[in-house]
């Protein structure tokens, strides 16, 4: 198995909690196809997926207890990947074992430690307590994207792009050929903490049109104000409000979007989406957040995206021209190659035609 140039020591999500029961999961987490299964106690577990006696699939096999028996000749592995029985055979070899990999479920997803095992730490897990808070509603997704998970992470971490790949649902009302100086003013901070970059996008006294419109009553003006968080290796943690004129706000989502590498050109794309109006009875509701999304994301995100890859796939190595708005996608690359440098691994190519641009 090739090995991917990932950042190690870290968590990275693998499954939405609902994904993964009784029934094996196979799914190729940093390049490592990993199988994960339910055992009866409700603990998630994540093992290599292959049996090393005749490398079948264990994701093809059966949870018996905790343990999780292989469907070709019935050897069972327990969930620290090591064999515990052989039909007709007492003796097992020490080295009849597979990776183990440690997993921890928060906030309706599943973890899974990348690296040292012993070093996992589930401190460091990305904080979202909005997904179990009183008085909120949430709507879990999961798409399978043809692109390394740099380019589907920086697509959320630039704002900027909404008013015109989405101009025909969540929009501001906007002339699209408007210069700087007739568009509605736009202010943008950013800070970085250590690992952590924070983010702080407002665009004052806009229109808004469509989805946008549809949730907040009425077109506005209002500021919309879009709150970003981003931990490595790529959680894009999002807040987005409408504030009324006299500074009231009725509307705050938050949009938790996690990339995890499948392969070089693919990832697993989750999104958390958390909202405190409309629903169950009133509009929006979690039918309407989930047509909405998957409307918006398969629609016009996921295609662009997928496109870019072929794109550099097809021209090979050139840089990138970053602009002031992408203020958080540059500081965000920043604090990538820095990590990437202290683990000793090279920049992969979506870090460094950013890096070499500035
Ligand atoms: S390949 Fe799994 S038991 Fe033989
Ligand atoms: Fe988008």
């Known amino acids: 198995m090739q090995k991917m140039q990932v950042l190690e020591n870290i968590w990275y999500c693998a499954a939405h909690s609902a994904e993964v029961s009784d029934k094996p999961l196979a799914r190729i987490i940093c390049g490592m196809p990993m199988v994960f299964y339910r055992g009866e106690s409700g603990t998630p577990a994540a093992l290599e997926d292959r049996c090393p006696h005749r490398q079948a699939p264990l994701s093809m096999g059966n949870v018996i207890g905790e343990d999780l028996q292989c469907d070709y000749h019935g050897f069972i592995y327990n969930n620290k990947g090591s064999c515990v029985h052989i039909p007709r055979q007492d003796a097992i070899s020490a080295n009849n074992k597979i990776q183990a990999f440690t997993t921890v479920e928060r906030w309706g997803f599943i973890w899974v430690w990348w690296g040292n095992q012993e070093k996992a730490d589930p ?11 009183d ?8 798409w399978r994207v043809k692109a390394n998970h740099q380019l589907m992470a920086d697509n959320l971490l630039d704002v900027s792009h909404v008013d ?33 970059v924070h983010s702080l996008r407002i665009v004052h006294k ?33 807040k987005l409000q409408f504030e009324d004129m006299d500074g009231t706000i009725n509307e705050t989502i938050n949009l938790d979007h996690i990339m995890t590498p499948e392969t070089d050109g693919s990832c697993h794309y ?21 047509e909405e999304q998957c409307g918006i994301i398969e629609g016009d995100d996921i295609p662009i995206v997928e496109a870019q890859q072929d794109t550099l796939e097809l021209f090979g190595k050139v840089q990138d021209i970053p602009v002031k708005q992408d203020k958080f ?30």
């Not at 691994?345 to 070499?356: K, N, Y």
Request: hydrophobic share 35%; aromatic share 10%.
């Open 123 to 133: 401190s460091t897990i990305p904080d979202l307590p909005w997904t179990e808070e």
């Open 135 to 142: 008085g909120r509603r949430v709507e879990y997704f999961y």
């Open 164 to 196: 015109f790949l989405h101009k025909n649902s969540i929009a501001s009302k906007i002339d699209p050929t408007a210069k700087e100086s007739e568009a509605p003013k736009v202010t943008i901070e950013t800070n970085v903490d250590g690992n952590t």
């Open 206 to 238: 806009t229109l808004l049109a469509g989805i946008t419109a549809a949730w907040h009553g009425s077109e506005g003006p209002i500021n919309r104000i879009s709150t970003g968080k981003w931990e490595a290796p790529n959680s894009c943690i999002l």
């Open 270 to 290: 989750f999104l958390d989406w958390t909202w405190d109006f409309g629903g169950p009875d009133g509009y929006p509701n979690n039918e309407d957040v989930h």
């Open 329 to 358: 996608v540059i500081e965000v690359h920043r604090v990538l190659q820095r990590m990437y440098e202290e683990q000793g691994l090279g920049l992969p190519p979506e870090v460094d035609r950013m890096a070499a641009a500035e």
